[in-house]
Structure formats: structure tokens, C-alpha cells
Nanobody, 123 residues
Framework: QVRLVESGGGLVQAGGSLTLSCVAS????????VGWFRQAPGKEREFVAA????????FYTDSVKGRFTLSRDNAKNTVNLQMNSLKPEDTAVYYC????????????????WGQGTQVTVSS
């Protein structure tokens, strides 16, 4: 069992920055790939970014490439999503997810999910 807790969401103006954190407890976190997904009001949840268990590989959806950066500190059981140059269309609830050896881009690849953190970007 892995428990994930997201933090760092909030209200920010367009062009601003936020860093979301996902802290894990339970199993050996360094064995788990982690993904971030988001769900805007009235829309389906979508993939944002993922990082491999080692941290050597990262993947981003096209709309956030160059603006968002994933990193992880396995010693602290933490994955951070640095979000720069935020846009109103980035407004959503952001979820982190994890599974063994996975750094996938689809929801079905992840067994463990956090409760989400709200990010609101004002224009």
C-alpha cells in the first residue's frame, strides 16, 4: 500500500509559478514511477507529466513542455512538479499517482492516487 499526499496548490496570476509536491508513505518509493494528472471543471482527467522510479526519465504532455519540470527525491519520498509561466488553462485539480516501475501516460497504469490539490490561475 502506498499513500500519496499532494500539496502546493493555490491561486496564482497568469505568468506566475507554483510547485506541487507529492509525498509518499508506505512501500519503497524508489521502486515506483510517478505521474501527475489534472482535471479541469467539466473535462476529463488528463495526463500532465511522469517520472521514472530512478528520476532519469521524464515525460510531459505537449501543452506543458518547457514550462513544467518534474523532479524527485527518493530519500524524502517526494516528487515535485515545478510549474512556471502558468496560464488560465492550467486551472485544474492536480493529482499525483504511482505504481511499481511505471512512468506511464494513462490513468489505468497507476494503482495509487492522491486526493488532489487545486490550482487556479487567474487572467
Amino acid at each position: 500500500q502506498v499513500r500519496l499526499v499532494e500539496s502546493g496548490g493555490g491561486l496564482v496570476q497568469a505568468g506566475g509559478s507554483l510547485t506541487l509536491s507529492c509525498v509518499a508513505s508506505g512501500r519503497t518509493f524508489s521502486d515506483y514511477g510517478v505521474g501527475w494528472f489534472r482535471q479541469a471543471p467539466g473535462k476529463e482527467r488528463e495526463f500532465v507529466a511522469a517520472i521514472s522510479f530512478s528520476g532519469r526519465n521524464t515525460f510531459y504532455t505537449d501543452s506543458v513542455k518547457g514550462r513544467f519540470t518534474l523532479s524527485r527525491d527518493n530519500a524524502k519520498n517526494t516528487v515535485n512538479l515545478q510549474m512556471n509561466s502558468l496560464k488560465p488553462e492550467d486551472t485544474a485539480v492536480y493529482y499525483c499517482a504511482a505504481d511499481l516501475g511505471v512512468a506511464g501516460v494513462t490513468e489505468t497504469e497507476y494503482h495509487y492516487w492522491g486526493q488532489g490539490t487545486q490550482v487556479t490561475v487567474s487572467s
